[in-house]
């Protein structure tokens, strides 16, 4: 694995807050999230690994009304000369905003030195003048050179035209690093040395505890409080802040502008500087010494489900550059420092992972069926909407905080229950460790940086007593990683995620040394996991595969996509036993932020993910779910695709529409063994193919179905229902529904809800018992496609019952996207579920008369 990010920068994870706040712009927001202390108050240090988890593309402003630090198409791209010179100037006056703010920080961290200076010299010292040198080391020189380099870039940018040059300005700066360096290898005496004198004197501790920083000029009264420990951190963060700026002034600088060159000089030296950071790492980072004599070093950590003694129990693992260390967190009393308990260990050098020979069997791994991860996922959405509500009613902050702790509760148990994927590791002496993980993505990323460290020559390591308890207690400082991945462990201004539709075109692929067999995977976050959303068609024997293909993939609460490339393997003997399928191998992979300023636009956002020197071409756009979610009737009456059911039946003359059963036909004659089948995402333009097709009854209907992918018609069957004008289940009879299913008395629910059924018009009633026994015969392939009834009607129910007419909204309140999957879809979910686990209705029987209920509806 390439220890640089898809910019091209060394890959970094300084602190919590480096990662989920790079933007250049500070604002006047408070120290609480940019303290340098994690949320328990541990410190957290000025290193930077190689992890593959950690790039400057993750670390893009989560807030969307500020300037991301990578913005993702390059408009010289298109040759637009002015447009590429207007986006420089817009990442320039972004910079230059926060140098002012970095300005002030650092002359609020001078402030106090000139008295405290004056008072080493008297009788009574507040510090010796040794300890203000030590703590203010080099501040002043930094404050100086950013000072001058603000005055000189101001003008700039104030007087800008095509011809104005910065570059040199940037090289300067570059050139000036060898003072950060003296500031960083002095950064841990520096905090030592504050910390000491904050105990010792209280005079001081008031001090460093209340710095003032003025806001920048345009603001009224933006004065914001901060603590030294805070200030003297900011001169670490301001050096990527500008290797992250100059990516981008090359990115929007044309090659034969006379700023280039310099620019790219300046680069170099900033990425060698983080480089050679990354080379003497702070000591607080090394735990004990391997048995070569080196200091053991932190490379990667993160919170991983073991399957232990046939259970699945949350673990932290520490991933050391000689050993592998297995965590848990001790129950400690309330204000108690928290401590991590090992579990086990294994040196790198004893460790493989599964071999494709062995035979032995693999012990089943207990999976919830879906409906219950559903179901989950559903009433933390109903909680985090009464969390809302609640911070708006005057005197909610109790229940608030009740509804958290509950919220944190079962988020926790999702994040235990939803990963399937197996990684398991063996030692030497035969004994073997099973994790399950939400993706492959993530799978990959622990394998490839294990092997990356056993290419090194390691020995085996036996720790004592003594230094296993030295290492994992190490490990509460050492961590990259703090809290487990759930929305009630992030602020409260932290942006939610995007609820909706995302449509992604993966167009091509380049880079390759060899043709392949190769397709992609699309992956996005979902409640604090990754789950597969879309796969490609495999590209036969090419090294520039061209896919152009569409896919929809819906959010909830996302913040990433992920895309994976794949060399797709055919040969049987590649069986991994772990997962029961051929091993396909990663050929690269990449992330990207769904940034919902870029993202939420109308028009396609066009991006390049770089992933070990391939790149991989794709566009996207998002549509909110309270506008994809409306029910449009359409223009053209001649279709089927928005047309009443009625209106098509009796123009077929047909009791099902022709859609239907074509499409039902071609799912059950090759696609009811298909891996997710109704589940992973068709391409949308073969959907669209299809669409038209139907609406225009194309003569070749029948042929053009046989050639098609069959995720395509599984889409364009399930968009068919979802464009209807109104439910198949009627929006007359949807508040019918809603009570009948929440009905307790068994008997009772099922003469209602067969009661219902008989309301419902002959076409409505006939399509629905006709897709009803198309999915049970779909579930009996459940072994094979993994499509349980429950997933099903998770697919399929709000499809089918959400209702068309906006009043019922109205009527219950104005949601927001992010509430719209409550509890409401919950109950669709469950009224479909209900008939598919009921025996064979047939239409007969239903018209038959019987003792139903006959109270009108």
Known sequence: MEPLSAHGLPRLSWIDTLYSNFNYTDGCE???????????????????????????????????????????????????????????????????????IYINQLDALLLPMKPLKATATTSQPVLTMQQVETIFYKIQDIFEIHKEFYDALLPSIQQWDEKVTVGHLFSKLASQLGVYKAFVDNYKIALETAEKCSQANSQFQTISENLKVKGP????????????????????DRVTRSTLVLHDLLKHTPKDHPDFPLLQDALRISQNFLSSINEEIDPRRTAVTTPKGEARQLVKDGFLVEVSESSRKLRHVFLFTDLLLCAKMKKTAVGRHQQYECKWYIPLADLTFQ??????????????????????????SVLKNEIQKEKKAPKGQSRVDRLRKKMNEQESWLLLHSPTIPFRIHNKHGKSFLFLLSSDYERSEWRESIQKLQKKDLQACVLSSVELQLLTSSCFKLRTVHNIPVTSNKDDDETPGLYGFLHVIVHSAQGFKESANLYCTLEVDSFGYFVSKAKTRVFRDTMEPQWNEEFEIELEGSQYLRILCYEKCYDKSMLNKDDNEIVDKIMGKGQVQLDPQTVQSKNWHMDVIEMNGIKVEFSMKFTSRDLSLKRTPSKKQSGVFGVKINVVTKRERSKVPFIVRQCIEEVEKRGIDEVGIYRISGVATDIQTLKSAFDTNTKDMLVMLSDMDINAIAGTFKLYFRELPEPLLTDRLYPAFMEGIALSDPAAKENCMKHLLRSLPDPNLMTFLTLLEHLKRVAEKEPVNKMSLHNLATVFGPTLLRPSESEITKAQHIMSASDIWSHDVMAQVQVLLYYLQHSPITFDELKRNTLYFSTDV
């Open 30 to 100: 408070g120290e609480a999230a940019e303290d340098g202390k994690s949320h328990d108050g541990s410190e957290t240090l000025p290193y930077i690994d190689e992890s593959p988890t950690m790039s400057p593309q993750l670390c893009a402003s989560q807030e969307p009304d500020r300037l991301s630090p990578t913005p993702a198409v390059s408009l010289l791209a298109g040759g637009d000369f002015e447009k590429g010179l207007e986006m420089k100037k817009l990442v320039l006056s972004g910079f230059l905003a926060s140098e002012e």
């Open 217 to 236: 000029k345009d603001s009224k009264d933006c004065t914001s409080i901060s603590s030294m420990e805070a200030l003297l951190y900011k001169p670490i």
């Open 355 to 380: 071999t494709l020979d062995e035979t032995d069997s693999c012990p089943s791994i207990q999976v919830l069926p879906e409906y219950e991860i559903e179901e989950m996922k559903m009433k933390i």
